[in-house]
């Protein structure tokens, strides 16, 4: 059985993916037209998840979900993003994970 963590953890993931599918096609262009409008928007979500209380751990799982819905779900519309998607398609999941946390540390 797990822990409340494990618990939370799946719940946040879940949120996470909603809120990602709910983002209208605008807001989506407007997030992924360039490199800066990307690392922008992702520093915005870093600090609203610190000023929650998010430990850098649970900041680089959740970038780690929105990885993985960009990788399956949208096309990369630069070649930042290009590289980006290739190397998260490359790695496995440890790899991946630790370039979530790569990225937390980018925008923070």
């Known amino acids: 059985m797990g822990n409340a963590y494990e618990v939370n ?3 946040n993931e879940g949120k996470v993916e909603e809120k990602l599918q709910s983002l209208s096609e605008e807001k ?4 992924l037209s360039s490199f800066e409008s990307f690392k922008n928007y992702l520093a915005d979500k870093v600090a609203k ?13 959740t ?3 929105v990885a ?3 990788a399956d779900h949208e096309e990369a519309r630069n070649r930042e993003e290009k590289l ?3 190397l998260w398609k490359a790695g496995n999941e440890e790899e991946q994970h630790k ?3 790569m990225l937390v540390k980018m925008v923070q």
């Open 9 to 11: 953890n799946t719940a």
């Open 28 to 31: 989506k262009n407007e997030v």
């Open 49 to 61: 998840g610190e000023s929650l209380g998010m430990n850098e751990e649970q900041l680089a799982k």
């Open 63 to 65: 970038a780690q979900k």
């Open 68 to 70: 993985d819905y960009l």
């Open 84 to 86: 980006l998607q290739e």
């Open 99 to 101: 370039l979530a946390h």
